[in-house]
């Protein structure tokens, strides 16, 4: 079963990815923009509506009305208000993330060929 290969074996179910830790903090980085420019919308609407929840006249009560609200006012730009913030907190971590698992990965797979880690972990 896969649970008894080697560590080394276990990498060759990854094919065609590189585990170069630069290549994967730039790929992390990209991605973890793309996740907070396609999700940001969604956030931004749901805290505005948790607030309107606490004013006596809502100016709107659900998440269609909220971005029905937000687009007529201010445009679709107006989903995107407070994005520079959280893009600056995305990119770096997500790189870090992604450039952190390559490096320690390799780590391991350095450490293991010398048959110094078990079989499994």
């Known amino acids: 079963s896969a649970r008894n290969l080697p560590l080394e074996r ?5 094919m065609g990815k590189s585990s ?5 903090m730039i790929s992390g980085s990209i991605a973890g923009g793309i996740e ?4 940001w919308p969604t956030e931004n609407i749901k805290t505005q509506l948790q607030l309107q929840g606490k004013v006596a006249n809502p100016k709107f009560t659900s998440f269609s009305g909220g971005v029905k609200y937000v687009i007529a006012k201010e445009g679709v730009g107006g ?8 893009l ?4 770096p ?3 870090i993330r992604f450039g952190g698992n390559a490096f320690f990965k ?9 048959g110094a880690l078990p079989a499994t972990l």
């Open 106 to 114: 390799g780590k391991l797979n350095e450490m293991n060929s010398g």
């Open 36 to 39: 907070a420019l396609a999700m």
């Open 79 to 86: 989903l995107y208000t407070g994005l520079v913030p959280i």
């Open 93 to 95: 971590k997500a790189g």
């Open 10 to 14: 276990h990498t060759t179910f990854t």
């Open 88 to 91: 600056l907190g995305s990119l």
């Open 20 to 24: 170069n830790p630069k290549l994967a």
